[in-house]
């Protein structure tokens, strides 16, 4: 099983941007999909955006889609998340994500993930 680590959290003002990184154990399979999720306090953890590891086919919530990109090197090996104009609603733990489901011309889907990190805590202050 993959193994994920993410890093590139932090504290910023609302408007601010952070770009969080995430180290897998080995590159992803041909068509299976990565992902970002978040979770906030209280709350149940949610789907922030996907990626197919083999097309670059994206997948965004409606709450983070024009603010937020998810992107992946050529080695298949790191995930990124690039969190611009940020608000509060935004602060959570986020958390990488690894699917084995093979996608290979449709968007990856939230419920698809099996595979997760420790997660890296942002926090917007207004």
């Known amino acids: 099983q993959v193994q994920l680590a993410e890093s590139g959290g932090g504290s910023v003002q609302a408007g601010g941007s952070l770009r969080l990184s995430c180290t897998a154990s080995?590159?992803?399979?041909?068509?299976?999909?990565m992902g970002w999720f978040r979770q906030a306090p209280g709350k149940e953890r949610e789907g922030v955006a996907t990626i197919s590891s083999t097309i670059d086919i994206t997948n965004y919530a409606d709450s983070v889609r024009g603010r937020f990109t998810i992107s992946q090197d050529n080695t298949k090996k790191t995930l990124y998340l690039q969190m611009n104009n940020l608000k509060p609603d935004d602060t959570a733990l986020y958390y990488c994500?690894?699917?084995?489901?093979?996608?290979?011309?449709?968007?990856?889907?939230?419920?698809?993930?099996?595979?997760w990190g420790q997660g890296t805590q942002v926090t917007v202050s207004s």
């Open positions: 080995r590159a992803a399979y041909r068509g299976t999909c």
């Open positions: 994500a690894a699917s084995n489901v093979i996608r290979v011309s449709t968007p990856c889907q939230f419920d698809e993930f099996n595979t």
